[in-house]
């Protein structure tokens, strides 16, 4: 059993981050609850959720919530429990497809985090590292993933990058 406290875990598609925050959070001797974000809207989606749900195994409850993750955060959250937000990425699409205001909603996640009961670790791509995106949209999405990172990084005690399923800690706590 290890100590467990919120962490943000960044990295690009397909590095590993996500199994990195399921061993982290297994590790931890906790109840385990994973917050889903993801929605499947075609088949593929589909098969990554069910990958997903394969590896975890038996042992998580899961609660799928695309848009009202705070929310849902703020219903789960008890002493005793870690939860693992999978991912903040697919939830700011999300809450843009909704006509939502990711900042607004940021700021109340990041609020959230720094009073939060029991551990949370979330997951997110760092899209910001490749070309600047050709559409509109595109680029609005990059910016608000880099706003989005920025902020539940500072919220948080602990930030690490995975790359090909190693782990980078950018901010530690002790």
């Not at 607004?104 to 590292?129: H, I, T």
Request: charged share 20%; with cysteine.
């Amino acid at each position: 059993m290890i100590s467990l406290s919120t962490t943000l875990v960044l990295g690009g598609a397909r590095s590993g981050k996500s199994a990195f925050a399921e061993r982290m959070i297994a590790e931890s001797g906790l109840a385990r609850v994973y917050l889903a974000t993801a929605t499947a809207d075609d088949a593929e989606m589909e098969g990554r959720i069910t990958h997903h749900r394969s590896r975890r195994g038996s042992d998580w409850t899961t609660i799928e919530e695309p848009l009202a993750l705070t929310d849902a955060l703020t219903q789960v959250s008890r002493p005793g429990r870690a939860v693992l937000v999978d991912c903040l990425t697919l939830w700011l699409s999300n809450l843009m497809l909704a006509g939502r205001d990711p900042d607004v909603e940021a700021k109340r996640l990041a609020e959230f985090l720094g009073v939060a009961a029991n551990p949370v670790v979330l997951v997110s791509n760092e899209v910001g590292l490749g070309i600047v995106p050709e559409t509109r949209l595109g680029r609005e999405f990059r910016d608000a993933q880099g706003r989005l990172n920025q902020m539940v990084a500072s919220s948080v005690p602990n930030v690490v990058f995975v790359a090909a399923g190693l782990p980078l800690w950018l901010k530690r706590s002790s």
